[in-house]
Nanobody, 115 residues
């Protein structure tokens, strides 16, 4: 049974950085395209970054040049490096497959960007 666990969030000032981690209990990174999603208060969940099993990455325009997705297959872990953070990046961040699978949603990790 797949379990995805996000971590690494926190409170950071505008312009700061964080690195989020997504640990999974299996080897799904070799099988699926994975994504980082986020949900801000009062807004729908949105997909912000994807990485294929071959390592190809894509980003939504609002984070392009600031966020970097990567993964370590040996550690069964995916990462999202967040740089030059803005208040509008405040959200709960989740990882899941593309397309998302309801059973794979974890608790997420809260990122708050505020001075």
């Amino acid at each position: 049974q797949v379990q995805l666990v996000e971590s690494g969030g926190g409170l950071v000032q505008p312009g700061g950085s964080l690195r989020l981690s997504c640990a999974n209990s299996g080897s799904i990174f070799s099988l699926y395209t994975m994504g980082w999603y986020r949900q801000a208060p009062g807004k729908q969940r949105e997909l912000v970054a994807t990485i294929t099993s071959g390592g190809t990455t894509r980003y939504v325009d609002s984070v392009k040049g600031r966020f970097t997705v990567s993964r370590d297959k040996a550690k069964n872990t995916m990462y999202l490096q967040l740089n030059s953070l803005k208040p509008e990046d405040t959200a709960v961040y989740y990882c899941n497959t593309i397309p998302s699978r309801p059973a794979y949603w974890g608790q997420g990790t809260q990122v708050t960007v505020s001075s």
